[in-house]
């Protein structure tokens, strides 16, 4: 199982590093930039990290993290996903009307040596620098790819499907999921962590959805009722390596890719993990 990796000082007690944030709204439609993480991932609170925008529509924000992590990037009414490690240091541009469709990040050209480390708390190269915005990138496309497109998702409409049809809908956006992941990982460099993090993305959704379908479909479809599932439709679970996936659960990097409920789809239930995790 992967986990965040930490650095620790005296005590045991884990040393945060900096994820900095720099960049520029065109046309601003509200006056700051929010960035939105968990300090404590078994408490539904959220920490907020928040900047004002200069004149120009600039903005610095450093983000304390211990580890590589997921966060959520908040202007007004938008969100968009962030992966953040300590060291990351990203120039991030989007327009104030449309943000989800115009979010870009590039690696900062930050100079290496003293005033990095002290900047960062860490001296990272060029290439991990672009990895960073590289994951951050692949984030932003594959929410509007798979995430914003109603035909890769359970509702509103899937969820009128009776078995069979939902488990072929299921199996065909895991598969253009898992391509969508490999050829941007072909093509563009990812850290480790980021990979098994995008790819637990795919396996945790896949998992809960199919878990989720019978009650889900029940609440939506309420002209019909209960499905009556094949004796062996949640034989899935006891399927090698599903519960201990080799992965981390991408809310929490819990042990159990289903054991985790964040609603990073429309059709999860809750806003945060579950004290399972």
Not at 112 to 130: F, I, S, V
């Amino acid at each position: 199982m992967t986990t965040p990796l930490l650095s620790y000082g005296q005590a045991g007690k884990p040393v945060a590093g900096l994820a900095v944030l720099t960049g520029r709204v065109n046309g601003a439609t509200t006056d700051s930039v929010v960035v939105s993480l968990r300090e404590n991932l078994l408490e539904p609170a959220e920490k907020l990290f928040r900047t004002r925008l200069s004149s120009k529509g600039e903005f610095r924000l450093a983000v304390p993290v211990s580890g590589p992590t997921k966060a959520d990037l908040v202007y007004g009414d938008d969100v968009a996903p962030l992966f953040l490690d300590p060291g990351t240091d990203m120039d991030v541009r989007f327009r104030g009307s449309d943000m989800a469709g115009t979010l870009k990040f590039k690696a900062n050209d930050v100079p290496t040596g003293l005033a990095t480390k002290l900047r960062n708390g860490a001296n990272l190269t060029d290439e991990q620098r672009q990895q960073a915005a590289n994951a951050n990138n692949y984030l932003v496309e594959a929410d509007a790819q798979f995430v914003e497109n109603d035909d890769f998702q359970v509702l509103p409409d899937n969820i009128q499907l009776y078995e069979a049809p939902f488990l072929s809908f299921l199996e065909y956006r895991r598969k253009h999921e898992f391509e969508f992941l490999e050829d941007h990982a072909a093509r563009q460099s990812f850290t480790q962590d980021f990979y098994n993090y995008a790819h637990a993305e795919v396996v945790y959704a896949y998992a809960n959805d199919k878990l989720t379908f019978q009650d889900l479909r029940e609440q939506v479809v309420n002209t019909e009722g209960r499905l009556k599932m094949a004796p062996d439709y949640y034989s899935f679970l006891r399927e090698p390596g599903l519960l201990n996936e080799p992965r981390s659960c991408p809310a929490c990097s819990c042990t159990s890719a289903v054991a985790c409920a964040r609603p990073w789809r429309r059709s999860m239930p809750y806003r945060t993990c579950q004290p399972t995790c």
